[in-house]
């Protein structure tokens, strides 16, 4: 039998804590609160006070934080439907990195980083999940549109462990498994569509990728 105990003194976040998230070192916490802010916590000695000010301080409750695994990137989504990025490689001074995404998904209440770094899940309020772009952190991107499916607020979103395998549960009491292949994506597209695809029709489903014509064959 586990025999938990508390470690130390409990931290202090002054409020209500959302989420929370550790670094792939283990040694730096991240949380998202009720106050809108997003702090980074040493936890290599528990005793230590927060590290540095706030990320973001007082502007919409943070619901989700999370870390990517093979980068010094730290993700955040608020009550507003932003997503915020940040280098983290120097907790005392973290870096926001590019510009805020924002793209009218309601509440951001889960994040997840795809284990090779490159994709962002969100799982939002309005039963949305959302895919974004990091393999260059500093220029995130939304990559399509929102995957629909969801008739509920999206809780939770995890990545398998090859990174094409994207799984979402929501309050509707679903789980849903997205193949996120591209290759499958277009043999799947071109079976329903029985024809080539127009270039507008590649840059709706598939806008990661140039255009090239997968049907034809």
């Given at each position: 039998m586990i025999r938990a105990?508390?470690?130390?003194?409990?931290?202090?976040?002054?409020?209500?804590?959302?989420?929370?998230a550790f670094s792939p070192d283990g040694r730096t916490l991240a949380t998202g609160d009720a106050s809108g802010n997003v702090r980074l916590w040493?936890?290599?000695?528990?005793?230590?006070?927060?590290?540095?000010?706030?990320?973001?301080?007082?502007?919409?409750?943070?619901?989700?934080?999370?870390?990517?695994?093979?980068?010094?990137t730290l993700g955040s989504g608020d009550a507003n439907g932003t997503i915020r990025?940040?280098?983290?490689?120097?907790?005392?001074?973290?870096?926001?990195?590019?510009?805020?995404?924002?793209?009218?998904?309601?509440?951001?209440?889960?994040?997840?980083f795809s284990?090779?770094?490159?994709?962002?899940?969100?799982?939002d309020a309005n039963g949305t999940v959302g895919l974004w772009d990091v393999t260059h952190p500093a220029r995130p991107r939304?990559?399509?549109?929102p995957l629909p499916g969801?008739?509920?607020?999206?809780?939770?979103v995890a990545f398998g462990k090859n990174s094409s395998i994207l799984a979402s549960a929501?309050?509707?009491?679903?789980?849903?498994?997205?193949?996120?292949n591209v290759g499958f994506a277009i043999e799947r597209i071109c079976t329903r569509a029985r024809n080539d695809l127009t270039p507008q029709q590649w840059l709706s489903y598939i806008p990661s990728r140039p255009y090239q014509s997968p049907c034809a064959h």
């Open positions: 105990r508390v470690l130390d003194r409990p931290i202090g976040a002054n409020a209500t804590v959302y989420s929370l040493d936890v290599a000695d528990p005793a230590h006070p927060p590290i540095g000010v706030p990320l973001t301080r007082g502007v919409n409750a943070i619901l989700s934080v999370a870390f990517s695994r093979v980068t010094h990025v940040w280098d983290v490689a120097d907790p005392v001074h973290p870096r926001r990195l590019g510009q805020p995404q924002t793209a009218n998904l309601g509440s951001i209440d889960s994040l997840a284990p090779n770094g490159h994709r962002l899940a969100s799982g939304p990559l399509g549109q969801h008739t509920s607020k999206v809780n939770s929501s309050s509707d009491g679903t789980i849903r498994l997205w193949n996120l």
